[in-house]
């Protein structure tokens, strides 16, 4: 495992083998384009020329150069000069900007086949590190870049991208030059010094060096790590599930491996010791059993009464992927803020309501109308609308059916790209494609009511893929603690683990005497 620096404020991510698996698709365009290219000029000049080798040369020579520049440089080492030509150059026309334009037709032709692949750990990582404060961009000496995390269904992940398309406009200088990454920086609002650079090529690492950054992290995909750490990374891993963050590998561990809390009560008392208790809770699945139909999951009188008890204490937040009005209705206690819509409807204890991305409802609706008969030919299928979200339900369907609501729910979100795709336990969501979920509602609760203090000791308890989004947000400073159930065999950010919903009330119980013992109590929390 290796650690980011100390004092990271702002994380600077190439696209091409770091976030998207296309370095392979450009790197075989680039060997397509030269073989071709190698050939023509053998039968003109009669002189044998080595071809394109993906190992040697695509790192060399044009791995994270701007695509002229690739063309001048990896030609060079052949002894071949071309003319520069300019955009209007036809298409075989044997001039540096006409072979880089062919190669750059090659590369959308297959990336039109092939789509683009994220890389999940850096997409996981690009969550932890938003969720914990630190500030991302991308960077892509590629022109294309737009349409590569198009391609891959990341068009909103970065607030930050400085490409091609941006060097051309400012006039930047491509890698090994650092303008692209301190552009990228003065973006970000932070100075080289607080930014890590990570890269998969050699003149990335070189640019990410030469332009004083505070870490380089290498990311070798290819068994040459010598390379990079030779170019000047600092750091070199294989993939970057390898980075841990807040003391903690983003990927988490097995939940059947966690320690229980019933057992562990006396760390997290030591850990609150002097602090003030900040406590969030999932709904279904958490405080309630999960069941085949949603409308039957109603709260123990015994849970909720654990819940109003806990409240008297300490700040309590309920986070749920149900409709705010929805679970309002079925906790039924004052005093609580709650969270609808994985966190994109919040209603304060004063009524004050909260919302995240109201310009998509439309959207929504449309996705609604499209669904539902699609969902209707299913048997079993159900759908729910949520005020932001569309939820497909597929516990009751057939196992050879399953994948018949996957395509009908994957066809409404490729024909709304306002909406994504997002999975729970038996069932898939549309929801607003915007960066938002319970981790960063629980971030954003924690920050204007005052309580992302050292002094505060947040705790979330969920149990399902959607509350991951939670216990990373708590990060080092912070417990996650997971309900066992039917996903055991999924690994989780979780610090613990609890067996059942029907052990959740002896927790609260435990928390809120915790809570109570501190000294100030709630009268030291924002109500």
């Known amino acids: 495992m290796a650690m980011l620096a ?13 976030v998207t698996d296309t370095a392979a698709v450009h790197a075989a365009a680039w060997k397509r384009l030269f073989d071709g290219f190698l050939e023509e000029q053998a039968t003109v000049s009669g002189l044998p020329v080595p071809p394109f080798d993906i190992d040697t040369d695509y790192r060399r020579y044009v791995d994270g150069r701007p695509r002229y520049d690739g063309v001048r440089s990896f030609l060079a080492s052949r002894g071949i000069t071309l003319p520069e030509g300019d955009p209007n150059d036809p298409p075989e026309a044997v001039t540096v900007q006409a072979v880089g334009d062919r ?6 032709e297959a990336l039109e086949r092939t789509g683009a692949r994220p890389f999940p750990s850096t997409v996981e990582l690009v969550h932890a590190l938003v969720g914990s404060g630190i500030r991302v961009a991308v ?3 590629s022109r294309n870049a737009e349409a590569v995390l198009d391609a891959a269904g990341l068009a909103n992940l970065f607030p930050v991208r400085v490409d091609g398309v941006t060097a051309r406009e400012l006039g930047l200088p491509g890698k090994p030059d650092p303008a692209m990454l301190l552009e990228a920086a003065r973006r970000l609002g932070v100075t080289p010094g607080q930014a890590v650079v990570v890269e998969d090529a050699m003149a990335g690492v070189q640019a990410g060096r030469d332009g004083g950054f505070l870490q380089i992290v290498g990311v070798d995909r290819t068994g040459r790590p010598d390379l990079l ?19 903690r590998a983003p990927a988490g561990r097995p939940i059947d491996r966690l320690p229980d809390v019933a057992d562990h009560l006396g760390e997290v008392s030591g850990r609150a010791y002097d602090k003030r208790l900040a406590v969030f809770l999932d709904y279904d699945g958490t405080l309630t059993p999960i069941v085949d139909d949603p409308a039957a999951a109603l709260l123990p009188e015994a849970t909720r009464a654990a819940i109003r008890d806990l409240a008297s204490v300490v700040p309590v937040a309920v986070v749920s992927g149900r409709d705010l009005a929805d679970v309002r209705r079925l906790v039924d206690l004052e005093g ?9 409807d919040i209603v304060g204890p004063d009524g004050a309501r909260h919302e995240r991305a109201p310009d998509t409802l439309p959207s929504l609706d449309d996705a609604e109308h499209e669904l539902r008969p699609l969902l209707e030919r299913i048997p079993g299928a159900r759908l729910e609308r949520k005020r932001y979200a569309v939820t497909a339900h597929f516990r009751g369907v057939a196992d050879d059916r399953i994948d018949d609501v996957e395509m009908a729910v994957a066809s409404v979100a490729a024909a709304n790209p306002d909406l994504r795709v997002t999975g729970g336990k038996k069932v898939l969501e549309l929801r607003p494609d915007v960066a938002w979920d319970k ?4 971030r954003w609760l924690l920050e204007t009511q005052g309580l992302d203090a050292p002094d505060v000791l947040p705790i979330y308890v969920g149990d399902d893929e959607t509350d991951e989004d939670g216990f990373r947000a708590l990060g080092r400073g912070g417990i996650g603690i997971v309900v066992r159930g039917e996903s055991d065999d999924r690994t989780t950010r979780a610090l613990f683990a609890l067996g059942r919903p029907d052990d959740v009330p002896d927790l609260l119980d ?5 809570g109570g013992a501190i000294p100030g109590g709630r009268s030291a929390a924002v109500r």
Do not use: Q
Request: without cysteine; glycine residues 14%.
């Open 6 to 18: 100390r004092g990271t404020a702002a994380v600077i991510f190439d696209l091409d083998g770091v």
């Open 139 to 141: 960077i892509s000496a």
């Open 439 to 442: 981790g960063l509602a629980i």
């Open 336 to 344: 609580l803020w709650y969270a609808g819509s994985h966190g994109f």
């Open 510 to 514: 435990r928390l809120a005497a915790i």
């Open 103 to 108: 190669k750059n037709r090659i590369f959308l």
């Open 229 to 247: 750490r030779g170019s000047g990374a600092d750091v070199v891993v294989t993939d970057l599930a390898e980075i841990e963050l807040d003391g």
